[in-house]
T-cell receptor, first 121, second 118 residues
Framework: DTGVSQDPRHKITKRGQNVTFRCDPI?????LYWYRQTLGQGPEFLTY????????KSRLLSDRFSAERPKGSFSTLEIQRTEQGDSAMYLC???????????????????FGEGSRLTVL | AQSVTQLGSHVSVSEGALVLLRCNYS??????LFWYVQYPNQGLQLLLK??????LVKGINGFEAEFKKSETSFHLTKPSAHMSDAAEYFC????????????????FGQGTILTVHP
């Protein structure tokens, strides 16, 4: 049994470059969330998917950010024309709702990956 | 909209002492409440959660929290701190409650860094 995995764990890039992060959720989970965490702050919601549908996007998600979950399994988060203010930890989480589960019930518990740390120089 | 306030960005205790991390929330609907722990360069791990029923909930590693509706609080405690408890702790509230199923988006507090001294 594997948890949520994220790749890469660390990314250093120059301002103006594009970066892409990948998240593989727990296999039977139908919901996938992206959060951003900056130093000294709690995670901030960016967007979430139920299966392949993107159901909500935060105002934090500017036009330079795009997320996809094309087949309802893994997800990618792309940041175009990176800025220094984009430096943060990008966290992915997944959950399973709508079905009984031994591991978790429909109570909103999210399972987090270890995050992808982005540094924009 | 939900919000969470964690009182004290840093808490320092001696090993063996009581740990108390404070969390107050704001929610217009019955809340689902969570405490997560984050070790350096790692993701978040669930400590415990309150959904419905018993207001005192027990979690992993000897932690527990009590939901007090009248005080809109969900403080985290542990009777005796251990060096391995040193980490950052986040309180979170779930959004829109409907028929017992959370929509799943969590709003987090700003976190409390717990330091444990020998």
């Amino acid at each position: 049994d594997t948890g949520v995995s994220q790749d890469p764990r660390h990314k250093i890039t120059k301002r103006g470059q594009n970066v892409t992060f990948r998240c593989d959720p727990i296999s039977e989970h139908n919901r996938l969330y992206w959060y951003r965490q900056t130093l000294g702050q709690g995670p901030e919601f960016l967007t979430y998917f139920q299966n392949e549908a993107q159901l909500e996007k935060s105002r934090l998600l500017s036009d330079r950010f795009s997320a996809e979950r094309p087949k309802g399994s893994f997800s990618t988060l792309e940041i175009q024309r990176t800025e220094q203010g984009d430096s943060a930890m990008y966290l992915c989480a997944s959950s399973r709702v709508g079905y009984p589960s031994i591991r978790e019930s429909n109570t909103g518990e999210l399972f987090f990956g270890e995050g992808s740390r982005l540094t924009v120089l | 909209a939900q919000s969470v306030t964690q009182l004290g960005s840093h808490v320092s205790v001696s090993e063996g002492a009581l740990v108390l991390l404070r969390c107050n929330y704001s929610s217009s609907v019955p809340p689902y409440l969570f405490w997560y722990v984050q070790y350096p360069n790692q993701g978040l791990q669930l400590l415990l959660k309150y959904t419905t029923g018993a207001t005192l909930v027990k979690g992993i590693n000897g932690f527990e929290a009590e939901f007090k509706k009248s005080e809109t609080s969900f403080h985290l405690t542990k009777p005796s701190a251990h060096m391995s408890d040193a980490a950052e702790y986040f309180c979170a509230v779930s959004d829109l409650y409907a028929g017992g199923t959370s929509y799943g988006k969590l709003t987090f507090g700003q976190g409390t860094i717990l330091t444990v001294h020998p």
